[in-house]
């Protein structure tokens, strides 16, 4: 309710006006709930009429909101789990997740709908792509779980989506992925302009997704696994991210893929697709082989990657047991390295060119560094597999088991196949590595804190993995059909993507909030609609303090009261319609 002063005929008069839902017409209408009169009139019997009737109307507005507040309270009681739960779309009392209105920021900052429905244009499918691909995206991070799960309660995930049907699901993933590459060169365009990203560094590590099957396929096969599933069929995949952990680009390779040769692949459409003058790789050991250093030269990248030194040879090891050339310095908060030393690295590959083989040496520069918490770490994992030794050493009828499960270090297997002991020797060996650790790089002109700062930054690649399969699902996946999976898959990036660019939103702010909490807030905050009489309804928030404002601030949402017009919840979401 508010005070109205209205003229009539060059007299000013004084109503009090309230908002009421028009069933009928399906809209807010105002009335007149009392008239004071002519306004002149009014001050002359009292001058201060207008000051004491908005003390007035605070209070009578106070009343009313507790007593509205007192009625949804007890209406909240009276309704059904499934209702609150979204299971019922035409239900009188709608609960709705607020989550999505906080990607759905991130989306149309980044105009996905409009890419999509472009991209549409060129297909004869009749299906909102756009609305789709949006609420598989929002249901990946508000509701992690199969499709046919986030469908069935689409209505509590997304407002409106009750016409959304499940093979509309189905379909978009097929488009999606027919359309990946034109999709993610736009969403790097978009990224770079909205963001101010310049490719300079590039991230790279691969992992594998697992499925409930031992069906191998083209794409799904057995392979090494990083989940240690090794009798599920699964799928490689490399992913590439900045510097601030936002995917660049992703791949998918099949199952039994070796990692070695994931790399070049996708660096070289990285280069070409998006004009990269100046890029280097950050790589784990894994990646590290002759044939990929070369390649990357050829390419004119530059290069940072984790070098196994155990396998360096006794040159590496000398430099190591000189204390000459040791160059100490103070642990950190990015880094506990105590000490370093520089060299340089070299070793052979043969390339093959016009069907001639050539032998070519790569030169790269090595640092060599020792950290205390590694130290402890490498001797902790050594002393954990020596029990695992010690087992079959005392146990012979134990070998065969043992040796399955990593206990093959420091075990000296005997001449006659069934006994064996453990190995001092490979223990000593073995304990003189205890911390060390070598970094490769190709840039003579960066310094060994640089070359330290930016080996460092692997960590964001680890975490986003952990971010995908643990706090987003992506596994084990749903699907069989091939382009399924991949579609599937696209989703998770564009749902990781998504929460990196929320991350950047929350630093500029001075906020920085863990994944964890990020997504505990997204998904708890809710928003019940209340039927308080044929006339009234209102909006009913829950649980959206705390990060979750902070969160909306971020990304420039208003500030939700706890009872709400739909006028003033659409308000606080920007939107047009809930």
């Given at each position: ?221 057995f392979g090494f696994s990083k989940d240690n599933k090794v009798n599920q069929v699964q799928v490689v995949m490399g992913l590439l991210i900045d510097q601030n952990g936002v995917p660049i680009d992703y791949e998918l390779f099949p199952g039994n893929q070796n990692e070695f040769e994931t790399m070049l692949p996708i660096l070289k459409k990285l280069k070409s697709r998006y004009r990269v003058k100046k890029l280097i790789v950050v790589a784990d050991r894994g990646l590290n082989s002759a044939s990929n250093l070369y390649e990357l030269k050829e390419e004119q990248m530059d290069y940072v990657i984790a070098h196994r030194l155990r396998n360096a040879g006794c040159r590496i090891k000398k430099l190591i047991e000189d204390d000459a050339g ?253």
């Amino acid at each position: 309710m508010n005070i109205v002063k209205q003229k009539i005929r060059g007299k000013t008069y004084v109503y009090i006006r309230e908002s009421f839902w028009a069933p009928v017409r399906k809209k807010y209408s105002s009335r007149n709930v009392k008239s004071y009169g002519n306004l002149e009139n009014l001050l002359k019997q009292n001058p201060h009429f207008l000051e004491d009737l908005e003390k007035e109307m605070a209070a009578l507005r106070s009343d009313r909101l507790a007593s509205k507040e007192r009625k949804v309270a007890e209406l909240a009681k009276c309704v059904k789990m499934d209702v609150l739960r979204g299971s019922n779309a035409q239900a009188d009392n709608r609960c709705t997740m607020l989550g999505a209105y906080v990607i759905k920021r991130l989306w149309d900052k980044l105009g996905l709908s409009r890419k999509l429905r472009d991209l549409q244009k060129t297909t004869n499918l009749s299906v909102d792509i756009p609305k789709a691909a949006f609420f598989m995206t929002a249901a990946r991070c508000l509701m992690p779980d199969s499709k046919l799960a986030q469908w069935k309660k689409r209505c509590q995930i997304l407002s409106g989506a009750q016409e959304l049907k499940l093979q509309d699901l189905y379909r978009s993933l097929d488009f999606l992925q027919d359309h990946k590459e034109a999709l993610l060169a736009y969403l790097n365009r978009k990224v770079s302009q909205a963001y101010q990203r310049e490719i300079t560094v590039a991230l790279y590590d691969v992992t594998t997704y697992f499925f409930e099957s031992q069906d191998a396929d083209t794409l799904r096969n057995f392979g090494f696994s990083k989940d240690n599933k090794v009798n599920q069929v699964q799928v490689v995949m490399g992913l590439l991210i900045d510097q601030n952990g936002v995917p660049i680009d992703y791949e998918l390779f099949p199952g039994n893929q070796n990692e070695f040769e994931t790399m070049l692949p996708i660096l070289k459409k990285l280069k070409s697709r998006y004009r990269v003058k100046k890029l280097i790789v950050v790589a784990d050991r894994g990646l590290n082989s002759a044939s990929n250093l070369y390649e990357l030269k050829e390419e004119q990248m530059d290069y940072v990657i984790a070098h196994r030194l155990r396998n360096a040879g006794c040159r590496i090891k000398k430099l190591i047991e000189d204390d000459a050339g040791w160059i100490h310095r103070r642990s950190d908060s990015l880094s506990d390295i105590a000490k370093f030393k520089l060299t340089d690295e070299a070793r052979k590959v043969v390339i093959e060119e016009n069907g001639e083989k050539r032998t070519v040496e790569i030169r790269s520069h090595l640092l060599i560094n020792y950290s205390a918490k590694r130290a402890r770490k490498d001797r902790h994992d050594r002393e954990r597999l020596i029990a695992k030794a010690q087992r079959p050493a005392d146990h012979p009828a134990l070998l065969r088991s043992e040796l399955k499960r990593g206990g093959r270090s420091f075990l000296n297997i005997r001449a006659d196949g069934v006994s064996a002991e453990v190995d001092q020797a490979k223990i000593e060996s073995a304990e003189f590595w205890d911390g060390y650790y070598g970094i490769v790089y190709s840039d003579s002109t960066m310094t060994p804190e640089q070359v330290l700062s930016t080996h460092h930054s692997l960590w964001k690649i680890e975490e986003s993995f952990r971010i995908a399969k643990s706090l987003l699902n992506a596994r084990p996946c749903f699907h069989w059909k091939e382009k399924r999976i991949r579609g599937h898959l696209l989703i998770c990036y564009l749902a990781l993507t998504l929460h990196r660019l929320l991350e950047l939103e929350l630093a500029k702010c001075g906020q920085e909030l863990t994944s964890e909490r990020i997504f505990e807030a997204i998904q708890g905050a809710m928003v019940t609609e209340i039927q308080l009489s044929p006339d009234e309804v209102v909006y009913a928030k829950s649980q959206t303090e705390g990060d979750f404002a902070t969160i909306c601030r971020a990304v420039g949402l208003g500030e939700i009261p706890r009872i709400s017009k739909e006028t003033e919840l659409k308000a606080a979401l920007k939107v047009k319609t809930l």
